[in-house]
T-cell receptor, first 112, second 114 residues
Framework: NAGVTQTPKFQVLKTGQSMTLQCAQDMNHNSMYWYRQDPGMGLRLIYYSASEGTTDKGEVPNGYNVSRLNKREFSLRLESAAPSQTSVYFC???????????FGEGSRLTVL | QKEVEQNSGPLSVPEGAIASLNCTYSDRGSQSFFWYRQYSGKSPELIMSIYSNGDKEDGRFTAQLNKASQYVSLLIRDSQPSDSATYLCAVILVGSGNTGKLIFGQGTTLQVKP
């Protein structure tokens, strides 16, 4: 039972570099989410996908793009990383009937 | 104003006491509410979900919802040192078309002192 799998778990980037965070879930959930967590800020929603083929902006979408590749996979891309994007990123998925979010283990990103 | 607000704390209670954690939200149409617990360096884990006004109890935890006041709370009875964590309130907002936009508060840090 893998649940929600995120890769990579750790990444160090230089300012201006690009990278993609990958997320996959094996629970057949329709909805998937990307959050970032900074000290004292709780979880802030970056983008979410209510169902395959749709994506919507969350609270802090600037500087990010997403792709809902299929029902299982939802990727987050940083086109030109900035130090302000240093954070822990969590992917999550949700069954719209049951309601609760299931989280991945998080990806710690540092931008120098 | 954030759409989901919590007092960041820390909230400090002695072992065995009741801890009361509070959360307010701005979207009056919201119907789904969740409490998550997060230990340092770990992912959040669900404690309770609540959808109807009133109380919902699960072991030492009670969630309370008052939609008229746009207020949801979590009570932890007989608090234990192992309850020391950050507690996150989450709300599904419906104002943007009921797409499942799930927003968290900033979290309340609870410290239970032996």
């Amino acid at each position: 039972n893998a649940g929600v799998t995120q890769t990579p778990k750790f990444q160090v980037l230089k300012t201006g570099q690009s990278m993609t965070l990958q997320c996959a879930q094996d629970m057949n959930h329709n909805s998937m989410y990307w959050y970032r967590q900074d000290p004292g800020m709780g979880l802030r929603l970056i983008y979410y996908s209510a169902s395959e083929g749709t994506t919507d902006k969350g609270e802090v979408p600037n500087g990010y793009n997403v792709s809902r590749l299929n029902k299982r996979e939802f990727s987050l891309r940083l086109e030109s990383a900035a130090p302000s994007q240093t954070s822990v990123y969590f992917c999550a998925s949700r069954d719209r009937v049951v309601g609760e979010l299931f989280f991945g283990e998080g990806s710690r990103l540092t931008v120098l | 104003q954030k759409e989901v607000e919590q007092n960041s704390g820390p909230l400090s209670v002695p072992e065995g006491a009741i801890a009361s954690l509070n959360c307010t939200y701005s979207d009056r149409g919201s119907q789904s509410f969740f409490w998550y617990r997060q230990y340092s360096g770990k992912s959040p884990e669900l404690i309770m979900s609540i959808y109807s006004n009133g109380d919902k109890e699960d072991g030492r935890f009670t969630a309370q919802l008052n939609k008229a006041s746009q207020y949801v709370s979590l009570l932890i009875r007989d608090s234990q040192p192992s309850d020391s964590a950050t507690y996150l309130c989450a709300v599904i907002l419906v104002g943007s078309g009921n797409t499942g936009k799930l927003i968290f508060g900033q979290g309340t840090t609870l410290q239970v002192k032996p």
